[in-house]
């Protein structure tokens, strides 16, 4: 994937207020509500000494099914939790939520054991079926410290290698979608369960979520692309190569196509629909202002797909760009803003200074550009950035000797009351974090977007 694909993390953005509802609510108040209802309803059943030990053993199983299911709700790209809390926060829910069901998978065959019935060999199919794409996609796609000890267990070590003989990124997604299968053997699973056949209320409620996630999933797969390809289409009017390895696109909405509204900072999905690089989607920042009359991306060639733009891509292809997304930009141009970007994650930064141009900016507006070298990219982006009364670049490179520390952010007037927002690498970001932990400024004017490597 390029290393301008949006991979943000930060769990603080959007509505503040609404993220930990939704995880509070979704993942754990609708579990519990549901082993209630059923606690309750044993009571006709059972005497009470054992409905206590009958709901508990009922826990994993409940957690897991609606954990599971919220897998599909966080990657559909829903609009309106996109515009709560940001798409790419909702994207590493999912990566999270997925771990946590192994979790519950193993607390749940811990206590019920091996199958014995046709029921029982539902979940056991569906857990079969997870855990192998589970462990491919995590083994892939997550760079987490959990990732290389798995790797370090011969037989994950074998399933890895076996399972990424093909390593293009389409192809993983599209093996990924098998999820889809698990999905429906966890819902024949749970229906016919005890709990389903005692608690009516919670029959209703869990096939009544599954039809939700399962729609959803249906609509992002299937009815969505076919409204895009209406919709959305756009042709390749322009190619520019930013650097030797930076490629910029440049795309002009067809007759039959829709302008959507966006603002700098945000990302679409990329689709090829001709040519010879149509059938995958990735995403990319906007590096276009919202009020141009097309849309541009500067892509980073990292990967089997984006190493290929200045050579496959050519003048008239035709693609569909799902989009807006995401919550990386300034919510008030009124504030003092310090943006720090690391190599290509200057991408976002250029379409939110380009809308900064156009209005009032409160000083001090700061840019640190932390990059291999000085000779940079962008040197047209550059120059407007720095034609904004109050505007202030300045370029950091550890192989030129240059390295952003500690006492250059201090110097910063007014560092800690700042709206401070980073796009760079993860370990580089780890690092500008810790600089800015050190400097005293609160994590919560903090901003900050990862891309892929």
């Known amino acids: 994937m390029s290393a301008s694909v949006i991979e943000n993390i930060q769990f603080y953005k959007g509505d503040f207020l609404f993220f930990p509802f939704f995880i509070t609510v979704f993942y754990f108040l609708l579990p519990v ?19 206590f030990g009958i709901a508990v053993d009922a826990l994993p199983g409940t957690f897991l099914y609606y954990w599971f299911m919220n897998g599909f709700i966080t990657s559909a790209r829903v609009r309106l939790l996109d515009k709560l809390v940001g798409l790419p926060a909702l994207i590493r829910l999912h990566t999270l939520g997925a771990m946590g069901c192994l979790f519950w998978i193993a607390a749940h065959f811990l206590l019920k054991g091996m199958p014995t019935s046709v029921q029982a060999w539902f979940g056991f199919s569906a857990a079969i079926v997870f855990l192998l794409l589970a462990l491919s996609a995590v083994t892939q796609w997550v760079d987490i410290p959990l990732t290389h000890l798995l790797n370090l267990i011969p037989p994950v070590r074998k399933f890895h290698q ?19 299968l698990a999905a429906i053997l966890v819902y024949l699973h749970i229906i016919l369960s005890s709990m389903a056949q005692t608690d009516r209320r919670f029959f209703i409620v869990s096939t009544v979520y599954f039809m939700l996630a399962f ?40 007759p039959t196509g829709r302008l959507f509204k966006y603002r700098g900072g945000q990302f679409g999905f990329l689709r090829f ?7 995958e989607e990735h995403p990319f920042s906007f590096s276009s202002h919202p009020d141009e009359p097309g849309l541009s991306f500067a892509i980073q060639h990292d990967g089997d ?16 760009i799902d989009g807006p997304y995401g919550l990386f930009f300034p919510t008030d141009a009124a504030k003092p803003m310090l943006a720090i970007a690391g190599g290509i994650g200057i991408v976002p930064f250029i379409s939110i200074f380009k809308n900064l141009q156009r209005r009032p900016v409160v000083e001090p507006l700061c840019l640190f550009w932390l990059n291999r070298s000085e000779n940079t990219m962008f040197q047209t982006d550059m120059r407007n950035f720095q034609s904004i009364p109050g505007a202030e ?61």
């Not at 299937?222 to 009017?237: C, T, Y």
């Not at 797909?305 to 569909?320: E, N, Q, W």
Request: hydrophobic residues 40%.
């Open 33 to 51: 509500a549901s082993l209630a209802s059923y606690y309750f309803a044993l009571f006709n059943e059972f005497p009470p000494y054992l409905v």
């Open 162 to 180: 076996w399972s990424h003989r093909n390593t293009q990124y389409q192809y993983q997604r599209l093996k990924h979608n098998f999820m889809a």
């Open 215 to 254: 729609g959803l999933y249906c609509y992002h797969k299937f009815s969505r692309p076919l409204l895009l390809r209406s919709r959305e289409l756009w042709e390749l009017k322009g190619i520019q190569a930013e650097s030797d390895t930076v490629t910029g696109l440049e795309f002009a909405a067809l």
């Open 273 to 279: 629909v001709s040519g010879r690089l149509r059938g």
């Open 305 to 320: 797909f984006t190493s290929r733009l200045h050579t496959d891509a050519a003048i008239g292809d035709r693609a569909v």
């Open 393 to 453: 670049l300045e370029l950091f490179s550890r192989r030129d000797g240059r390295p952003l520390t500690l006492e250059r952010l201090q110097s910063v007037p007014n560092l800690r009351n700042l709206e401070i927002f980073i796009c760079a690498s993860r370990p580089l970001t780890k690092t500008i974090l810790g600089l800015l932990k050190q400097a005293g400024v609160r994590r919560g004017r903090i901003h900050y977007e990862l891309f892929s490597m």
